[in-house]
């Protein structure tokens, strides 16, 4: 069976990460997929958000790292998974994601299988990185790949 993780990642987090190494205890394949939506541009462009993320898998067979555009079911369904995966770090996440992995399941029938942040990790988002780096701030911690620092 194949999960899908889906995201902006930008950038890809050290929360990220471990969402994806804990999925791989569940599933055999993960693909990631880097959502790029063109009214939404990122801190960092697709193509270095997908460098950075296929250099972190590299040696690691069981990951597939891949960009998309359009709905994430429909870009799920299309490299072959069969679950989708979310991180949730809480209250307000859960609900986002709940009503998130609702739709999901009533447009497509694709289950999503929603893990909780670590607690050390809860406080990491990509937004909070982000503005962390506008404001010259070393983000080297909170950050997995080759992402400009």
Request: aromatic share 12%; charged share 25%; glycine share 4%.
């Given at each position: 069976m194949k999960a899908f993780f889906a995201g902006s990642f930008d950038p890809f987090t050290i929360g990220h990460e471990a969402i994806v190494r804990r999925s791989l205890r569940l599933f055999p394949k993960i693909v990631i997929g880097i959502g790029y939506n063109e009214h939404k541009p990122g801190e960092w462009s697709v193509e270095q958000r997908l460098k950075a993320i296929c250099e972190i898998?590299?040696?690691?067979?069981?990951?597939?790292?891949?960009?998309?555009?359009?709905?994430?079911?429909?870009?799920?369904?299309r490299c072959g998974a069969s679950v989708l995966i979310r991180g949730v770090r809480g209250n307000i996440d859960f609900e986002y994601e709940r009503n998130l992995a609702d739709t999901n399941r009533e447009i497509s029938g694709m289950e999503t299988v929603l893990l909780i942040s670590e607690p050390d990790l809860a406080f990491i988002s990509s937004s909070m990185v982000r503005e962390l780096f506008h404001n010259g701030h070393?983000?080297?911690?909170?950050i997995v790949g080759s992402f400009p620092r």
């Open positions: 898998y590299a040696d690691n067979p069981d990951v597939e790292v891949i960009s998309y555009t359009g709905l994430t079911v429909d870009a799920a369904r070393d983000i080297s911690k909170y």
